[in-house]
């Protein structure tokens, strides 16, 4: 049993992309899920696939490089379970001055800052990537 599952997705990413592998295998949930789903929808990562293998469900994501650099240079974990950090919508910072994201889970869901800004709520602010 893994106490922070977000933390240990995030870090099968950060190693892969620091050996270079084509791909990574995450053990699968909503939250992880969704958390790839906004990964590929800002360009971070090529493609992720939601898989059965026997009784449990994985994700294969496919990693993004860019002439054989990776596209995400940093993966840093913000909220734990230990220290959970909670953000109002006009206090959400802009990482790296808007080239990164920062992943907020809000009651609508996962969004990225920009969403959250735009759509006015804000949540527990989960990672940053860029």
Same mark, same amino acid.
């Given at each position: 049993?893994? *106490?922070?599952?977000?933390?240990?997705?995030? *870090?099968?990413?950060?190693?892969?992309?620091?050996?270079?592998?084509? #791909?990574?295998?995450?053990?699968?949930?909503?939250?992880?899920?969704?958390?790839?789903?906004?990964?590929?929808? &800002?360009?971070?990562?090529?493609?992720?696939?939601? &898989?059965? *293998?026997?009784?449990?469900?994985?994700?294969?994501?496919?990693?993004?490089?860019?002439?054989?650099?990776?596209?995400?240079?940093?993966?840093?974990?913000? #909220?734990?379970?230990?220290?959970?950090?909670? #953000?109002?919508?006009?206090?959400?910072?802009?990482?790296?001055?808007?080239?990164?994201?920062?992943?907020? #889970? *809000?009651?609508?869901?996962?969004?990225?800052?920009?969403?959250?800004?735009?759509?006015?709520?804000?949540? &527990?602010?989960?990672?940053?990537?860029?």
């Amino acid at each position: 049993m893994n *106490t922070d599952p977000i933390a240990d997705m995030l *870090t099968r990413i950060r190693n892969a992309n620091t050996v270079r592998h084509e #791909s990574v295998i995450v053990p699968a949930s909503k939250l992880k899920i969704e958390l790839a789903r906004i990964l590929k929808e &800002e360009g971070f990562i090529a493609d992720y696939s939601v &898989e059965e *293998t026997g009784k449990f469900k994985v994700i294969n994501i496919t990693l993004k490089y860019n002439n054989g650099v990776p596209v995400i240079t940093k993966l840093q974990r913000v #909220s734990t379970p230990g220290l959970r950090h909670y #953000s109002k919508a006009k206090n959400l910072q802009k990482v790296l001055g808007g080239m990164g994201v920062a992943i907020v #889970s *809000t009651p609508k869901g996962l969004l990225t800052d920009r969403k959250a800004r735009k759509e006015n709520v804000g949540g &527990e602010v989960l990672c940053y990537v860029y």
